[in-house]
T-cell receptor
């Protein structure tokens, strides 16, 4: 069992569909993240949740709606997406409050989204 | 403000040759520095990190990186490349201990020639 699990691994949707991406971490971490990875662009941080509370939203369009019901689960709800939203969406988790060092990120394998 | 630059979007070396992936950073405070690797169809995995202890950091799979403050560099090296090292490598910098402050470089794709 991997530490961070993402489902589905692949998703194809039309611009009028509504779908959701799911992320679950089994590492006992208390922070979770959504990143967008597009071809030839740096990894983009989308949302950060600390102890289930959203602490960062990096100007993400409202057609992306995150949900964090508890420290182990994170969702990304998708609706009326555009073709340019096609990308690999990566979930990550980390442990907060660790003294003496940086909180490293643990990533899932990603959900490959294609918007037609 | 912090930033990170990876020189060379694609590096190709022969199997058994030295691997050198370049990373330069900009930070207003002593930084935390990371190298992550991404194999095809997978997420990112931490290779190694620098957190102000030893300047030469050893990571997994035989990789190491050296923090050079005077050059603001954190280059990744491996003495002898293996076919399984073919992947995308990302350098990252953070000015704080919070992982949400990590900034990633654009990545360098490493190819290994037989």
């Amino acid at each position: 069992e991997t530490g961070v699990t993402q489902t589905p691994r692949h998703l194809v949707m039309g611009m009028t569909n509504k779908k959701s991406l799911k992320c679950e971490q089994h590492l006992g971490h208390n922070a979770m993240y959504w990143y967008k990875q597009s071809a030839k662009k740096p990894l983009e941080l989308m949302f950060v949740y600390n102890f289930k509370e959203q602490t960062e939203n990096n100007s993400v369009p409202s057609r992306f709606s995150p949900e964090c019901p508890n420290s182990s689960h994170l969702f990304l709800h998708l609706h009326t997406l555009q073709p340019e939203d096609s990308a690999l969406y990566l979930c990550a988790s980390s442990r907060l409050g660790t003294s003496g060092g940086a909180g490293e990120l643990f990533f899932g394998e990603g959900s490959r989204l294609t918007v037609l | 403000a912090q930033s990170v630059t990876q020189l060379g979007s694609h590096v190709s070396v022969s199997e058994g040759a030295l691997v050198l992936l370049r990373c330069n950073y900009s930070s207003s405070v002593p930084p935390y520095l990371f190298w992550y690797v991404q194999y095809p169809n997978q997420g990112l995995q931490l290779l190694l990190k620098y957190t102000s202890a030893a300047t030469l950091v050893k990571g997994i799979n035989g990789f190491e990186a050296e923090f050079k403050k005077s050059e603001t560099s954190f280059h990744l090296t491996k003495p002898s490349a293996h076919m399984r090292d073919a992947a995308e490598y990302f350098c990252a910098v953070s000015e704080g201990s919070s992982a949400s402050k990590i900034i990633f470089g654009s990545g360098t794709r490493l190819s290994i020639r037989p």
